[in-house]
């Protein structure tokens, strides 16, 4: 199977910046969209930023200009530097990746899996 690790939250005062990573690690043939998005207390999970294996990149209007996805195909790796940040965007930050894994016997299938998510605080 395949599994997300995350790393890298914190807690930071407002106008701060942190590096959020996610890696992924199992039975990898090929990691297509990977992406971030958070949960706040009381609100629903919404779409930070998601970027494609060629490198596109797509983000919430909330965070253009701020934050910056980015990733490293050969350690199947994502990053998400969040500059300038505001205590709007504390929240738990999950990293998301479309897989396509072994299932032995020269087989694939493609799933998504999601990290086990990381903490960002920000103080006013």
């Known amino acids: 199977q395949v599994q997300l690790v995350e790393s890298g939250g914190g807690l930071v005062q407002g106008g701060g910046s942190l590096r959020l990573s996610c890696a992924a690690s199992?039975?990898?043939?090929?990691?297509?969209?990977m992406g971030w998005y958070r949960q706040a207390p009381g609100k629903q999970r919404e779409l930070v930023a998601t970027t494609t294996s060629a490198g596109s990149t797509k983000y919430a209007d909330s965070v253009k200009g701020r934050f910056t996805i980015s990733r490293d195909n050969a350690k199947n790796t994502a990053y998400l530097q969040m500059n300038s940040l505001k205590p709007e965007d504390t929240a738990v930050y999950y990293c998301n990746a479309r897989v396509r894994y072994d299932i032995g016997y020269g087989l694939s299938r493609m799933n998504d899996y999601w990290g086990q998510g990381t903490q960002v605080t920000v103080s006013s």
């Open positions: 199992g039975r990898i043939f090929s990691i297509n969209d």
